[in-house]
């Protein structure tokens, strides 16, 4: 059974407005969520990461919001940029443990 | 450093061969992961080792799969017999665990297998 979802499978957004990304997980043991990046032919790349100790982290253009209550998180891209069109994955992990859980992506499509 | 590299970047074969996925982790790294990404489940963990040793193989989906660290510097995983349901991409990740600061994982550019 999936632990972390990702409901929407695509997204399209104009240039310049904001993209929201959301993550669902089932797991409340889950302390460590990471945001990667995947386009295509290539392998995911990193791009943010949030401990269960902060409910906020900012870096640059984006920024992961987790609400450990609702068991979700969300990515914040502000302004979109055509480069950001890609499929971004949630993952999640337990403590100590160096296993981690993706969702399913979600396609984002930036229109110039 | 050239990141992870995997080998064939594709590989088309027939129900019942048999195939082997490559894996070179970035050089320094301690963990090694295997993952299969399909459209229905995403991004699926199949097995990790830590310094050579398989830690957790419970995402290897069947005995058909296998996977091996004879060395610190390459994996591999083989799939036999094949079947066209194991048609998915591969993905070879590595990471250096120093603390919590350091989950991220650096995958490779996958192997996109395809079983007729």
């Known amino acids: 059974d999936q632990q972390v979802k990702q409901n929407s499978p695509s997204l399209s957004v104009q240039e310049g407005r904001i993209s929201i990304l959301n993550c669902d997980y089932t797991?409340?043991?889950?302390?460590?969520f990471l945001w990667y990046k995947k386009y295509p032919a290539e392998g995911p790349t990193f791009l943010i990461s949030?401990?269960?100790?902060?409910d906020k982290n900012e870096d640059g253009r984006f920024t992961v919001f987790l609400n450990k209550s609702a068991k979700h998180l969300s990515l914040h891209i502000v302004p979109s940029q055509p480069g950001d069109s890609a499929v971004y994955f949630c993952?999640?992990?337990?403590?100590?443990?160096?296993?981690?859980?993706f969702g399913t992506g979600t396609s984002l499509t930036v229109i110039p | 450093d050239a990141g992870v590299i995997q080998s064939p970047r594709h590989e088309v074969t027939e129900m019942g061969q048999e195939v082997t996925l490559r894996c070179k982790p970035i050089?320094?790294?301690?963990?090694l992961f295997w993952y299969r990404q399909t459209m229905m489940r995403g991004l699926e963990l199949l097995i990790y080792?830590?310094?050579?040793?398989?830690?957790?193989d419970s995402g290897m989906p069947e005995d058909r799969f296998s996977a091996k660290m004879p060395n610190a510097s390459f994996s591999t995983l083989k799939i036999q017999p094949s079947e066209p349901r194991d048609s998915a991409v591969y993905f070879c990740?590595?990471?250096?665990?120093?603390?919590?600061?350091?989950?991220?994982?650096?995958f490779g550019p996958g192997t996109r297998l395809t079983v007729t």
């Open positions: 990740a590595s990471s250096l665990r120093q603390g919590k600061a350091s989950y991220e994982q650096y």
């Open positions: 797991n409340s043991m889950f302390d460590y």
């Open positions: 949030i401990s269960s100790i902060k």
């Open positions: 993952a999640a992990s337990e403590g100590t443990g160096n296993q981690f859980y």
């Open positions: 050089s320094g790294h301690d963990y």
């Open positions: 080792f830590n310094n050579n040793v398989p830690i957790d």
